[in-house]
Nanobody
Framework: VQLQASGGGLVQAGGSLRPSCAASGFTSNHYTIGWFRQAPGKEREGVSFLRNSDNKRVTADSVKGRFTISRDNAKNTVYLQINSLQPEDTAVYFC????????????????????WGQGTQVTVSS
């Protein structure tokens, strides 16, 4: 089971990026997928989640309206569309997966996930 995150980059404020998380060794739509980010000197935080049991999407209030999680089953890939990027979005973005169908409160917990990608850097210049 592997997750490969990519699609980060350096953009100006107001721009968009779409990091992707490619799954191998398992079928991603059977798993709950989470996107987390970690800024320098800060703890890793959850930003958006896609639950396997009902395809429910949950997004952090702090980024709601700008971040959208989606899945392409044919490519076995999950995406995080990020619009209106702001300097405070600068972080390493990680995707994570678990076969469990988590209750909402557990989606946010790092310990809920069994597999992690290596992260992709998003840098937003002002």
């Amino acid at each position: 089971v592997q997750l490969q995150a990519s699609g980060g980059g350096l953009v100006q404020a107001g721009g968009s990026l779409r990091p992707s998380c490619a799954a191998s060794g398992f079928t991603s739509n059977h798993y709950t997928i989470g996107w987390f980010r970690q800024a320098p000197g800060k703890e890793r935080e959850g930003v958006s989640f896609l639950r396997n049991s009902d395809n429910k999407r949950v997004t952090a209030d702090s980024v709601k309206g700008r971040f959208t999680i989606s899945r392409d089953n044919a490519k076995n890939t999950v995406y995080l569309q990020i619009n209106s990027l702001q300097p405070e979005d600068t972080a390493v973005y990680f995707c994570a997966a678990t076969k469990r169908s988590l209750i909402i409160s557990s989606l946010w917990a790092i310990a809920s996930y069994d597999y992690w990608g290596q992260g992709t850097q998003v840098t937003v210049s002002s």
